[in-house]
Every structure is written in structure tokens, then in C-alpha cells.
């Protein structure tokens, strides 16, 4: 078998990368949305982690960690406006979240 | 072959460190048969210790005083048939109890029965350990869901809510104590369960004792956390029989149902050990460093097996006392013959002490100490496991404001302060 | 008060109280019948904001056996086991009421001493109820102990029930006119012996419940009803009186031989849970002052009164209401001068008193309606008949 | 005890890297994401992105960052996660369980996301020398104790990331205050 070199973790945070990016242009349900977003965070986080192991410091990781804490907040921050919403509008299709004001 | 079976007694660190898979997949296959012991042993214990508390008698058909209640418990539920309701969600109904178990069962890998008897010793242990164990409620909200019923969806609400909460005020409990193992020479602290276990053993004293009460008031807020993480009384609010009939596993029977209860019995023997390894210890006898001579380790190996001897006199008497009808033979000779067994295992121990004490090969010794490890260990969870018991035949329970009050108003704070004073101590006093 | 009795009235208007949003999780949630803390078959229709109540609507009549109208099909006699079987718990104060009400239809009145029997028989009853309330109660908030104690101590006064008249649960204890049995050899001493073996197990439940912490924060101020509401719901009993409103039959309108007792009625202040527990706690410890006076000073003599073997009532109509456990348990009774009742009703303590659950659980939790069905003590057997 | 035992024992730690575990959590990873974006049911794809989660989680382990994994699995699986469930039971799904899944725009998503991926394939196979093929052994044990001292300093000295920690822990000061106002029905 071939050894596992960063190549190979880039490629699996590509495909993330890119499953997520899919789920956020096509779905509807906007949880899924901000779920597809936690995806590509997460090949983000992948991609960062493996550059750690392959300059042998540990910014990568460091930065990952921050990357969690930002998830974090963003998924906090973001449920909350999705329920705000869905109480005054009943509806949680991104393409019925169409209006700047009512 | 042989050789490499022997290979790895006489070791002295863990066969995950050790990098050898056959030992740890041994010991992983240990831990999951004596877990599934010990919470058959808890089902009979708390059903009779129950009974006992409310001038009762508790099982007593099944067996010598119910001794087989839980195997035919056991038996009973997977010979039933396993329901799914119709409007359920069928895939994630059938995956729910395998999430909660699988949870409840990962955490062993890192609960140190000993300094060597343990599957691995992560460096980040107790950090895996919170979050695997968190993973439960993840089993317990999806299962709510997926039943597609209101009480049940009601109770994994409850759950998740609870469990959120009580994890944060646990997490900081943890990491106090964590800041305390950092007070050695080098100054560096750890996160390794069995290196939490060392440091307490290197600063001559169990972390509950430490800079008291800061130490007494960490280990409270985990004791009572702990219990509301498991969703035992007084915090049962997820499986509240008399508000939510039977909470979040409502809907659920047969094995799949008993899965749930082997899943709680697992956690609450888990989180016993994160507390026993953090505050208490762990493996360590009482006094280690005070009374470590040859003899006292002599007296202390002896434990085990008096405790057994113990079991087995208890189990005599029992027999003796039995009724002289003829209806009964048959239950005397069973309990008759369960007092021989502790008897043999109790003298068992006593030999391996003794040959511990007087042989002084390095696997013998080694066996007599591990022997040690774990008796000390078991009996400290053991101590926890009954508390539970007491919890729940005592209080009432909590309303979900009042709980939710309590995690957030209470015990945060408390732990923050808690957290704060015993990093200010420790700066002063290193 | 109209505003109280409007309130009580439009109890099936589940209407949210704040329409400025659409609520997004409101939810309707079916409690009961085949719930553990319904007290039987009560179905409780909760409409939920969360876990908050905004209104409940009960459904009852599973249990409905049709007692009133069984009642006009049978004599007066073949008909005062029947009512037994509405507040199973409290069988002897059910057949005290109803053949008190057909004595004083009947014009005749039971000698002292079925009037003494008849006393220390309903007080131990008013214990048993009592404590039944209070096990099921303590286990609906999730105490589960308390339960396994009174249920041991209940079954000193069952006992007792049984040596009298052969029954422990239904005893039909009482005929019209007096007592059918005269006391068995031992009865007042199996009643001193009770008197000295309860308020030690008082205690015990007390040291269990009353300055538990997690007790007081689970009954303190839930379900709180003013008095003013219970008089307007017409609620009675222990209800009534842990709202501060001193009215007792025993004392307002004393039957039997209640006037020659010396004990005090128990109020509370506040009307929430803790009070009406602490009001039945002080209950019982009366109920025990009561019986010993009675068994201390029970007259000899006979214990039925002059009453035909055909009981046929003169043309008239009467109402009777005695202090059951659970409040006033009435009986109205029209006779046409046959040997049936013409019309029977009864009037339960616990039909009346579940009407106030609607105002006492809005706006609380999921977890408090259930202390407050409990708290309530109804018997779904005296609510359906 | 054998040779090989021994040498396993002299360095500590036998190597994780190995090819198959890593195929396992990829394949994992990436089914996990696949079954994310495809499900109808929300809750399907809540489980499935813990799925994907727990693998990334496992491949930071192998890739000798243990802290950052277990970050991953108490925060992630453990907390964002559970939150995520929380929201999609409080929201009424039954409904957009029933509608059409993807938005009128998908055509145009799906060629910007493949866009997307054919930019990172030429990335990767043109910049293939820009990824060394080497592949350091980071000192695990000490992994949790060197982070802290990146973020926290040591002897005085203020870390280097010192300043960057305080922003985020005010990030989530401020996250935390606007989800509790969001979320509140009457302000």
C-alpha cells in the first residue's frame, strides 16, 4: 500500500470541502444548510491539522481549536436566528426567507 | 505463540502503551464481561437494597433470595418481541440504544483499574472520557425522536437540556482537579487518567482532600452532577415514571429496552470511576505512602480475599437461616452451593496474597498487586454505585425549572469559583 | 369571584393567552387514562408551551358504573353496600353518610354507642385514606418510600377493619339504624394499641418529607388556590381548608356523635401543596385525638336502633352530608314512600374538588400537574360512580 | 519478551498511521458527508455528520493532534451537535419532510461545487511538489501541554496566541448573548 502522506488527507478535506459547499447551494432546510457549513469547517479543520503534522509545529492545530470555538459560536448564533424565524414565519426553506423586512 | 502470550506479563505499563493489540483486545474483552457482570450484580443489589429501604423484601422466587432474578430478567426480555411502532422512525429507532451503549461502553478503555490494568492510558484520558461519555445523550434524544410519540420526545428534550447543562459545571469540577495535578516538581499536570492517579499518589494526598474544602466542594458539584448525568434520581427527569410514564424509552421493550438499562448501569459505573480516579485515588489502598512497608502491603493484599470471605459467611448464614421445609431443598443446596464459590474464590485470593508475599517472582507479585489495584478500585465505585441507590430511595425528585436552576445558578458558579481559588492557591503555594 | 367562577366555567377554552406569536411548539399531550399518575383512569387533555400548561381539559367516566341509578332499583338496604364501592379508599365514611341520610329520612337515630363505633371506625378510615393519599402523593413527586411505610401502616387499621366486619377494603361496616356487629373481644384494645403504634410512624414520614429540601421546592407555592376560589368551585375538605377557610362538618354541622369531641380543625395559610400536605398531616394526628376520646369513653348499650325489617321511608326528599376524607360527601336522597329510592344523588368530594385543577395548573409545569392531581386526592371510583 | 515487544515498548508508542485505518474514517468521513447532504429527514442527516464527525475525529488522531480530536468529539459530537437536534425537534420538520429537498437553484450550485472541485484536482495534481511528502512525528504526549504554552505562555511570558484567545472567548461571550435574545419571545 501506498503510504499516507498529507496528499491524502488534503484529498479526503477536498471532498468534505466540497459535500458541504454542495449541501449549502441545493438544500432547502436551512439546519441542513448550517449543518453543510459545519462540514466544510471541518475540512478546513482536516486540512489545517494535517499541515501541522507536515511542518512538525502545532500553529495548525492551534488554529483548528480557534476554528471549533468559532463553530461553536457561529452554530449558536445561527440556530438561534433559524428559531427566531421559524416562531414568526413557520417556515425553515431557505427559499422562502426571501424578505428584508415584513 | 506462548512466548508471545507471555510477552506481556511483567509488564509494567498498559497493553495500549505497550503497542500490544492481543493484551489490549483481552483486556477489552475483560472489562466488557465484567461490566455486563457487575450491572447484572447492580440489578439484583439495588432491586433487594431498595426492597430493604422500604420494608420489603424485593425478589425472592427466582432463586436463593432472587440471586438468578436477573438472569431470568435477562432472559425474559430477550425472548420478547421487540416492538417498533409502526409510525416510528425505523432505522434510527433500531440505532438509538446501540448509540447510548456504544457511548457508555467506549469510556472503559481508558478507566485505569490499576496502573497497568487498563486497555490504554490516553494522554488526553479524561478529556476522552467527558466527551465520550457526553455521546450518550445522543443516543437517549434520538431515541425520544425517533419513537414519534409525545412523552417520549418530551423526556429526550428534558435529557438533552439536562445533560448539556450538567456537563459544563462537571467540566470545570474536572479541570480543578486537573490544576492540581499540575503542583509537582516539574509543574507540568496531566491529563492521563492513570497519570491523574500518580500525582495524587506522588503528592501524598487524595485530591478531595486537597487544599480542603476546595478539593470537598469540586468533588460534591461532580458528585452531584455525575448523578444528573446519568439520569438517576433525584434528577430522573428524562424517565420520570409518574410525570412521563417511562420518558424517552417509552415506546421501546425487549432487549432493546434492556440495552437502554445496560446502557444507564454502564454510565453510572463510568462516571463512578472518573470520580473515584479524579478525587479519590483510584486504585490506590488508603495510605500508601504512610503505611508502605513489606507487611502493610502484606495486610492490605489480604482484603480481597476476607472480603470474599466475607460474601461467603454472609451466604452461610443465609443458608442456616433458611426455612427446614422441604419446599426450600432445592434453594438451600443453590445457596449452599453460591457460599462454597465465594468461598473458594475468597480462598483463592488469600492464596494468591500469600504467595504474593512469600514467592517473589516478578509475574507473582505483579498478579497479587493487580489482584489489589482493582479490589480497591471496585470497592470505591462500588461505594458510588450504592450512593445512587440511597439517592433514589430517599429523595424526591426534582421539577426540570428547579434542576435547570440549580446547573446554572448553583453549581456553575460554585465550580467557576471553585476553579479560580484553587489555581489562585496553587500559584501561591508552588 | 365572578371572574374566578368565568374562569372555572370556560374550562374547555384552550385559547393561547399571547397570540402576538404563533407559538411554534405547542403541543396537546394526552395524559391518561393508562397513565402511573392519573390515580387510575383520569385522562387529562394538557395543552403544553414547552413544558408549561396554557390549559387542561379532564375527560372522565371510564370508570362510570351508574351507582345512582342502580340505586333506584334497589331497597335502601340492598343498596348501602353500592356505596362502598365509589371512594374505595374511604368505604366506612361512604356507608356512614348514606344510612345517616336514611335515618334522618326515616326519622330514627342510631343508639350512643353504634354512634361511638360508628366514630372510631370512619376517623381510622380517615387515617387510611389519608395515608393512602399520602404514599401515592409522595411517589407521584418521586419519593417512592413513603409509599412502602404507609402502606405498612395502613395495614394495622385494614386489621382492625377486618376482625370488626370480616372485609378490609369494601366493609360495609354500617346499617340503617346502627351497626349490624356488635365489637369483637379486643376491639378497643386493638385501638389503644394502634393509638400508641401511629404517631411515632407520623414522625417518620415527617422526618422523610417535611423539611426535605427537594419536597418543600416541589410543594411550596404549586397549585396555590385562595379560598375564595375554592368556595366559589365549591371545592371542600382538606382543600378548602389549607386555603385558610375553617369549615369542617364534623364541626359546622356535627353528625354522629362528633359534638362530644374535643379536637381542633388544621388550616393552612398559603393554599399551595406544602399547606394542604401539612393540613392532612395535622389531620390525621386529630383523627387520633378524636378515636381516643371515643374509645375511651364509648358507652355500653345497644347498637341498633328501632327500625322496621322493610325499611320504607315516608314521602319526602332529604339531603345529607357528612366530612369525608376527601371533603363533603353528600347524599340526596327522593323517596316515594316504596322500599326504593325514588332518586339518589350523591354528591362526591373528589368530582367536585378535580374541577379546580384546570385553575390551579395553569401556568405551571408538566411536573406539577401531576403533584397537583395528587395533592387534590381524588378517587376516579367516587369522581365516575 | 520478544524483540518486536520490546521495541514497541522503547519507543513508546507504535505507529497509528496506518493505511487501512486511514481508508476506514475517509471512507467513513466522506460516506458520512454524502448521506449529509442527501437525506429528506434532518435527523438522518444529523447522524450521519456525527458519523463524519467521530472519523475526523479519528483521523486527528492519527494525524498525532489527540487534543484537538478530543476537542472535536466534546464539542462537536458532544455539544454542537446535540444543540443541532435539540433545534430540528423544536422546529415542526413534518412538513419540509414532504416537500422537494433541493432548492429551484440547484443546477447552479451543483456546477459552482464542481467547479470547485476541479479547481482543488488541478490544485493538487499541478501543485503536487508544493505538499512535501514528508511526514513528522509530533511528540504526542507532550501535545496538550505544548498548546497550552502556544496559547497561555509560560514563566511569565504571555503566548503567542495569548491575544487571539481572549478575541474568541469574547466571540463566544457575544455568540452566547445573541442566541439567548434570538431566542427569547418577548425582549
Known amino acids: 500500500m501506498v503510504p499516507i502522506t498529507t496528499l491524502h488527507y488534503l484529498v479526503v478535506a477536498a471532498a468534505l470541502f466540497v459535500l458541504g459547499v454542495i449541501g449549502v447551494l441545493t438544500r432547502r432546510n436551512v439546519v441542513i444548510v448550517l449543518m453543510s457549513i459545519e462540514l466544510i469547517l471541518n475540512a478546513v479543520n482536516l486540512n489545517l491539522v494535517a499541515f501541522s503534522r507536515m511542518w512538525g509545529n502545532l500553529h495548525g492545530q492551534l488554529f483548528a481549536i480557534f476554528i471549533v470555538v468559532d463553530a461553536a459560536a457561529e452554530a449558536a448564533v445561527g440556530l438561534g436566528i433559524l428559531i427566531a424565524f421559524f416562531r414568526n414565519r413557520e417556515t425553515i426553506n431557505v427559499d422562502e426567507i426571501d424578505l428584508l423586512k415584513w | ?430 | 369571584m365572578n371572574d374566578v367562577s368565568n374562569r372555572a366555567l370556560s374550562n374547555l377554552d384552550l385559547e393561547t393567552p399571547d397570540k402576538t406569536y404563533l407559538d411554534s411548539n405547542e403541543l396537546v399531550i394526552n395524559m391518561g387514562p393508562q397513565h402511573p399518575a392519573t390515580h387510575g383512569v383520569l385522562r387529562v387533555i394538557l395543552k403544553l408551551d414547552g413544558e408549561k400548561v396554557l390549559g387542561t381539559e379532564c375527560v372522565i367516566g371510564y370508570l362510570h358504573r351508574g351507582v345512582e341509578k342502580i340505586a333506584e332499583n334497589r331497597t335502601y338496604t340492598m343498596f348501602n353496600p353500592y356505596v362502598d364501592r365509589m371512594d374505595y379508599v374511604a368505604a366506612v365514611s361512604n356507608g356512614l353518610g348514606y344510612c345517616e341520610a336514611v335515618e334522618k329520612l326515616m326519622n330514627v337515630e342510631a343508639p350512643p354507642r353504634a354512634k361511638y363505633i360508628r366514630v372510631i371506625l370512619t376517623e381510622l378510615n380517615r387515617i387510611a385514606s389519608h395515608q393512602l393519599w399520602l404514599g401515592t402523593h409522595a411517589l407521584d413527586i418521586g419519593a417512592m418510600t413513603p409509599l412502602f411505610y404507609t402502606f405498612r401502616d395502613r395495614e394495622e387499621i385494614l386489621k382492625i377493619f377486618e376482625r370488626y366486619c370480616g372485609a378490609r377494603l369494601t366493609t360495609h361496616a354500617f346499617r340503617i339504624g346502627g351497626c349490624q356487629y356488635e365489637t369483637y373481644a379486643g376491639f378497643e384494645k386493638d385501638v389503644k394499641n394502634f393509638l400508641a403504634f401511629f404517631p411515632p410512624k407520623i414522625d417518620e414520614y415527617e422526618a422523610l418529607l417535611t423539611t426535605n429540601r427537594i419536597w418543600l421546592e416541589r410543594t411550596k407555592n404549586v397549585g396555590v388556590i385562595s379560598g375564595a376560589d375554592c368556595i366559589a368551585l365549591g371545592v371542600t375538605g382538606p382543600v378548602l381548608r389549607a386555603s385558610g377557610v375553617q369549615w369542617d362538618l364534623r364541626k359546622a354541622q356535627p353528625y354522629a356523635a362528633y359534638s362530644e369531641f374535643d379536637f381542633e380543625i388544621p388550616i393552612g395559610t398559603n393554599g399551595d401543596t406544602y399547606d394542604r400536605y401539612l393540613v392532612r398531616m395535622a389531620e390525621m394526628r386529630q383523627s387520633l385525638r378524636i378515636i381516643e376520646q371515643a374509645v375511651n369513653g364509648i358507652p355500653e348499650g345497644p347498637i341498633m336502633g328501632k327500625v322496621p325489617k322493610v325499611i320504607k321511608p315516608p314521602v319526602g326528599e332529604i339531603y345529607h352530608s357528612i366530612e369525608a376524607p376527601k371533603g363533603e360527601l353528600g347524599y340526596f336522597i327522593v323517596s316515594d314512600g316504596s322500599t326504593q329510592p325514588y332518586r339518589l344523588r350523591v354528591r362526591p368530594p373528589s368530582f367536585v374538588n378535580l374541577q379546580a385543577l384546570d385553575i390551579m395548573v395553569r401556568g405551571l409545569l408538566v411536573a406539577d400537574v401531576v403533584a397537583v392531581i395528587g395533592t387534590l386526592d381524588i378517587v376516579l371510583g367516587e369522581v365516575d360512580r | 519478551m520478544n524483540p518486536v515487544m520490546n521495541s514497541a515498548l522503547n519507543s513508546g508508542m507504535a505507529p497509528v498511521a496506518t493505511p487501512f485505518f486511514f481508508y476506514m474514517l475517509a471512507g467513513l468521513a466522506v460516506i458520512g458527508g454524502v448521506l449529509v447532504i442527501t437525506r429528506r429527514n434532518a435527523v438522518h442527516s444529523a447522524l450521519a455528520l456525527i458519523v463524519t464527525l467521530l472519523a475526523v475525529a479519528g483521523l486527528y488522531l492519527m494525524l498525532y493532534a489527540p487534543f484537538v480530536a478530543g476537542v472535536q468529539i466534546i464539542v462537536y459530537a458532544g455539544g454542537i451537535m446535540v444543540l443541532f437536534l435539540f433545534v430540528i425537534m423544536l422546529v415542526n420538520i413534518e412538513r419540509s419532510s414532504k416537500e422537494r429537498r433541493f432548492n429551484r437553484m440547484w443546477p447552479v450550485g451543483l456546477a459552482a461545487a464542481c467547479a470547485l472541485l476541479a479547481l482543488f484536482v488541478s490544485a493538487f495534481a499541478k501543485g503536487k511538489a508544493l505538499f512535501p511528502d514528508r511526514m513528522m512525528t509530533l511528540p504526542e504526549s507532550s501535545n496538550t501541554q505544548q498548546i497550552a504554552t502556544m496559547l497561555y505562555g509560560e514563566a511569565g511570558r504571555m503566548g503567542q496566541y495569548t491575544f487571539a484567545f481572549e478575541i474568541a472567548s469574547l466571540l463566544l461571550l457575544v455568540a452566547i448573548l445573541g442566541a439567548v435574545i434570538m431566542t427569547k419571545k418577548k425582549i
Not at chain 2, 420478547?80 to 433500531?94: G, H, L, M, R, T
Not at chain 2, 432487549?255 to 478525587?279: C, D, G, H, K, Q
Not at chain 2, 445457596?335 to 504474593?356: E, H, K, M, T, Y
Open chain 2, 1 to 430: 505463540m506462548p512466548n508471545f502470550i507471555m510477552s506481556y506479563l511483567g509488564s509494567t505499563v498498559t497493553p495500549g502503551e505497550a503497542g500490544n493489540q492481543f493484551w489490549a483486545l483481552i483486556y477489552v474483552l475483560i472489562i466488557f464481561a465484567g461490566v455486563s457482570v457487575a450491572v447484572i450484580c447492580m440489578n439484583w443489589i439495588e432491586r433487594k437494597a431498595l426492597a430493604h429501604f422500604q420494608v420489603r423484601l424485593g425478589p425472592m422466587r427466582v432463586g436463593p433470595h432472587g440471586l438468578l432474578q436477573p438472569i431470568a430478567d435477562a432472559l425474559k426480555l430477550m425472548l420478547k418481541e421487540d416492538i417498533i411502532p409502526s409510525e416510528a422512525d425505523q432505522f434510527v429507532f433500531w440505532v438509538a440504544p446501540l448509540i447510548g451503549l456504544l457511548a457508555a461502553f467506549t469510556v472503559y478503555t481508558v478507566i485505569p483499574f490499576g496502573p497497568s490494568q487498563a486497555v490504554s492510558d490516553m494522554n488526553i484520558g479524561i478529556l476522552f472520557m467527558l466527551g465520550v461519555s457526553s455521546l450518550g445523550v445522543l443516543g437517549i434524544v434520538v431515541a425520544g425522536w425517533a419513537s414519534n410519540s409525545h412523552y417520549p420526545l418530551i423526556g429526550a428534550l428534558r435529557s438533552s437540556a439536562q445533560m448539556v447543562s450538567y456537563e459544563v459545571a462537571m467540566g470545570l469540577a474536572v479541570v480543578s482537579a486537573i490544576l492540581m495535578t499540575s503542583l509537582n516538581a516539574s509543574g507540568t499536570g496531566t491529563l492521563s487518567m492513570i497519570g491523574i492517579v500518580q500525582a495524587q499518589q506522588q503528592q501524598g494526598v487524595w485530591f478531595i482532600f486537597k487544599f480542603f474544602p476546595l478539593g470537598l466542594i469540586a468533588f460534591v458539584i461532580f458528585a452531584i452532577a455525575m448523578v444528573a448525568e446519568t439520569n438517576r434520581a433525584p434528577f430522573d427527569m428524562a424517565e420520570a415514571e409518574s410525570e412521563l410514564t417511562a420518558g424517552y424509552h417509552t415506546e421501546y421493550s425487549g432487549l432493546r429496552w434492556s440495552l437502554f438499562m445496560l446502557a444507564e448501569y454502564a454510565a453510572m459505573i463510568a462516571v463512578s470511576s472518573i470520580a473515584v480516579t479524579l478525587w479519590l485515588g483510584g486504585w490506590m489502598r488508603p495510605f500508601p505512602n504512610l503505611l508502605n512497608a513489606p507487611a502493610w502491603d502484606f495486610i492490605f493484599s489480604l482484603f480481597p480475599g476476607l472480603t470474599f470471605l466475607g460474601l461467603a459467611a454472609i451466604a452461610f448464614v443465609g443458608t442456616a437461616r433458611m426455612p427446614a421445609d422441604s419446599f426450600f431443598k432445592i434453594q438451600r443446596i443453590g445457596l449452599a452451593v453460591f457460599a462454597a464459590l465465594l468461598g473458594f474464590i475468597a480462598l483463592l485470593l488469600l492464596a494468591i496474597a500469600v504467595a504474593g508475599r512469600f514467592a517473589d517472582a516478578s509475574v507473582g507479585a505483579r498478579f497479587r498487586d493487580g489482584i489489589d489495584y482493582i479490589y480497591w478500585f471496585v470497592l470505591k465505585v462500588a461505594v458510588f454505585m450504592y450512593l445512587f441507590i440511597w439517592y433514589r430511595a430517599t429523595w424526591p425528585r426534582y421539577r426540570f425549572d428547579q434542576l435547570m436552576k440549580i446547573g446554572w445558578k448553583v453549581m456553575l458558579p460554585i465550580s467557576l469559583g471553585v476553579l479560580v481559588v484553587t489555581a489562585i492557591v496553587g500559584v501561591i503555594v508552588s
